[in-house]
């Protein structure tokens, strides 16, 4: 029923738009003896109203109708403007003169926003730039998000040193994470994956909440996070640049990054990346290691193609290697029964690739076909317990753009094909699994003017094990002034849980897992299917002449079907269990950017979440999820008394949580209970930055400067083999302060 409403609305306003009468016309220059030369992105709108568009590369516009003018106006800043009447004509051509006076050259000076929100964009999207990633020694995606108000990022436990994130509410699992918009971190590599981009491979990431495209795929839910590498064929990247990081507790990271262009065409980047930690840290004398040592390697070799005939390709290879241990600091003594040994070896390789065409003469025209091939493989050790899991994924996927009749109609349309192999061993009981899923999906996009515009999708999959998946999708966006955007979301996502991956925290526990099989394919347990619907509001105005954006979203999340692990019910067990219509997410978030002082960069976040799911016919709050956080986001630079001078820049963040519900566990004996709720805490993070000559920079920072750490943060840590030994109940930071420094240096 929900699905037939939103189509029958995607019609309607689909038809009634069609209905409009159209104005197309040709913008062009014509001076003595040579021929006409179109005029590109000149301004074509309609007098006395905001209705308007600009022309294209070939110097064409296409412009709806209106009742009230019939005068349009035609602007760019190296012509004279005209005015033109339109009557019964449909089809106009329209010359330009140009100006006689020219202008030698003009020097803009200006500075870009840490963070940018897309405008124009239907989907409410932030981009996090390298300025952004440099406030932070970002040393990888899931330590980039700390000046983020929209991302939470915590430990999983307070053993394996695993990172998560979660967006409007919800997990990581259930915000799609592409590499440029192919798949990358999905099914076994949910948690770790985050590990495998570190910081210095990054030139952007874009944020974006809510339902995704249809074009992406079925599986985004509560949004996307679309990582921007670095690009072989970029001009503006340096040929030549190194990260070095250091910090207290003897972690050290080094990255390499080397572009080279091989010919007018080709052009390559090597992306190197090695990390170890081998001092063992133990700050609460509890005899757990506070984070493991490890050792990681990483290695992407990229190649890209830009031909002059319209073809555009790229070709990406990734190696992943790393090992991890932990847990009692007793790791070169004889295991004894107050030992736990966690340990796991993980490798990751990864073919990625794409293929383009675009006309030239039809720019709004392209087609291409994307496609990759994974292969991950861990096992691990978590006490007595084993576990190895190994994925195989081949991905392909075929778009197609053009339009229908003018560029105010625009479409995109392809098919895909995902095939995944699981085979997991837990306890050496089997879990093997091979999922299917072709599919097909169209996009249709209305943006007659700035004003607003409208993307309308739907897209069918065939799963092997779950039938017919039908995702429709709508994103509309609406400015009623140039100060103001309004936007709106709806649509469905589907995924397939991966228990043991997702909740691997668990693995860091005494508690035993039961799961309630509802069918034989895989875990036994239904496919998880949620509907995402949202509302965006941004005002963009200006404070003593310096750009300021306030932005206020609402989401909701709601869940036809979910798997959840139960961690409540009994406290010595966690089941996993499919639960019809037994779970949501409201999110309310408002931010504040501005520059209140030339240089001074503020950001000021607030963010509610109601997070519920239902067990044992009970409505519960969502464990571990604080319902309130803010954030404050100071950045300020000195100015640079020369072209080549040093620069000072300082960068605080300050974090507020709120309480978060713990798992119960008062059935456990008196000394053995955790409490029902955490307390609010802050954190904060300084880093100073001095950007000296030649590309170098240098700066020290320091993480959780109050020094504020979960105490206990392991029930029964003497007894790792009591059934009471639990330490996934992880509400806050693990490590205590943290002091670090690196470098930068590109040429």
């Known amino acids: 029923m929900k699905t037939f409403v939103l189509l029958t609305m995607v019609l309607v306003l689909t038809s009634s738009m069609s209905a409009q009468e159209i104005l197309r016309g040709v913008v062009v220059t014509k001076e003595p003896d040579t021929p006409e030369t179109p005029v590109v992105g000149a301004s074509v709108y309609w007098l006395g109203t905001s209705r308007g568009t ?25 012509y004279r403007p005209d005015t033109i009447k339109v009557t019964g004509s449909r089809r106009i051509t329209v010359y330009l003169t140009q100006l006689a006076r020219e202008i030698e050259g003009v020097q803009v000076v200006g500075q870009q926003s840490a963070t940018v929100i897309d405008y124009l964009s239907a989907e409410s ?63 076994l590599t949910a948690n770790v994956g985050l590990t495998f981009i570190p910081g210095s491979w990054m030139k952007a990431i874009n944020v974006s909440k809510g339902i995704g495209s249809v074009a992406n795929g079925y599986e985004s839910i509560t949004g996307q996070i679309d990582v921007d590498l670095r690009k072989p064929n970029d001009e503006d990247e340096k040929r030549f640049y190194v990260n070095l990081y250091g910090n207290a507790d003897q972690r050290f990271e080094g990255n390499f990054n080397f572009r080279q262009s091989l010919d007018e065409r080709w052009a390559s980047m090597t992306l190197l990346h090695a990390s170890s930690q081998q001092r063992p840290v133990d700050r609460d004398a509890d005899r757990f290691l506070d984070m493991p ?86 096992s691990g050790t978590y006490g007595l317990r084993s576990y190895e899991g190994l994925q195989e994924t081949a991905y392909l996927n075929f778009l197609y753009q053009s339009i229908f009749g003018s560029t105010l109609h625009s479409f995109r349309t392809g098919a895909s094909i995902l095939v995944d192999r699981f085979d997991e061993r837990f306890q050496r009981t089997p879990y093997e699994r091979t999922e299917r899923v072709p599919g097909a999906f169209f996009e249709y996009t209305y943006a007659p003017v700035d004003e607003w515009s409208l993307v309308a999708g739907i897209r069918a999959d065939y799963h092997n094990a779950f039938g017919t998946m039908l995702a429709p ?194 059935s456990n004996p008196e000394g053995l209970r955790a409490p029902s709720a955490s307390p609010s805490f802050a954190t904060l993070n300084v880093q100073v930055t001095r950007s000296l000559f030649a590309g170098l920079e240098l700066y020290v920072g320091g993480e959780n400067l109050f020094d504020f750490r979960q105490e206990h943060p392991i029930l029964d840590a003497g007894h790792p083999t009591s059934p009471y030994f639990d330490a996934s109940l992880v509400w806050g930071p693990l490590g205590g302060r943290m002091i670090y420094a690196g470098l930068r240096w590109g040429m």
């Not at 600009?54 to 190296?78: K, M, Q, W, Y």
Request: net charge negative.
């Open 125 to 187: 999207v932030q981009r996090m730039t390298q300025k952004e990633l440099g406030k932070a020694a970002c040393c990888n995606l899931s330590e980039s998000f700390e000046t983020n108000p929209s991302v939470d990022v915590s430990f999983t436990d307070a053993i394996t040193g695993t990172r998560q994130i979660e967006m409007l509410g919800l997990s990581g699992i259930y915000t799609q994470t592409t590499l440029e918009n192919l798949p990358y971190i999905r099914g």
């Open 473 to 666: 999708r709508l994103h509309i966006r609406y400015s009623p002034t140039e100060d103001w955007v309004l936007r709106g979301v709806a649509g469905r996502g589907y995924r397939t849980a991966n228990i043991f991956a997702e909740n691997a925290a668990v693995f860091a526990s005494s508690r035993s897992m039961t799961i309630d099989a509802v069918n034989s394919f895989g875990y036994g347990l239904d496919q998880e299917v949620a509907w995402n619907v949202g509302v965006n509001v941004t005002h963009y105005f200006l404070v003593d002449y310096r750009e300021a954006t306030i932005n206020l979203s609402v989401y909701r999340t709601f869940f036809e079907n979910q798997t959840i692990a139960d961690l409540d019910s009994y406290p010595r067990e966690v089941r996993f269990a499919s639960v019809a219509n037994g779970s949501y997410a409201n999110s309310a978030q408002i931010e504040l950017n501005m520059q209140p002082v030339e240089r001074l960069e503020t950001r000021i976040a607030y963010r509610f979440l109601d997070v519920r799911q239902r067990l044992g016919g009970t409505w519960m709050q969502r464990p571990l999820n604080a319902q309130h956080r803010a954030l404050v986001n100071i950045a300020f630079a000195t100015e640079r008394e020369e072209e080549e001078g040093p620069v000072m820049t300082y960068d605080l963040t300050v974090q507020w949580f709120g309480p978060k519900r713990i798992p119960a566990t008062q």
């Open 293 to 378: 040592i490890f050792t990681t390697l990483n290695a992407v070799q990229r190649w890209s193609y830009s031909g002059e005939d319209g073809w555009e390709g790229q070709l990406v290879a990734q190696f992943v290697k790393e090992d991890r241990r932990g847990g009692t600091n007793d790791l070169t003594e004889t295991l004894s029964p107050s030992s736990f040994r966690f340990g796991t070896k993980s490798e990751y390789l990864r073919l990625s690739g794409k293929l383009g065409h675009l006309f030239e003469d039809r720019p709004y025209q392209s087609y291409g076909v994307q496609w990759s091939l994974g292969r991950y493989r861990n």
């Open 54 to 78: 600009s022309t294209d590369t070939a110097g064409a516009f296409s412009l709806a109708i209106v009742p009230e003018s019939n005068t349009l106006i035609v602007r760019h800043a190296a």
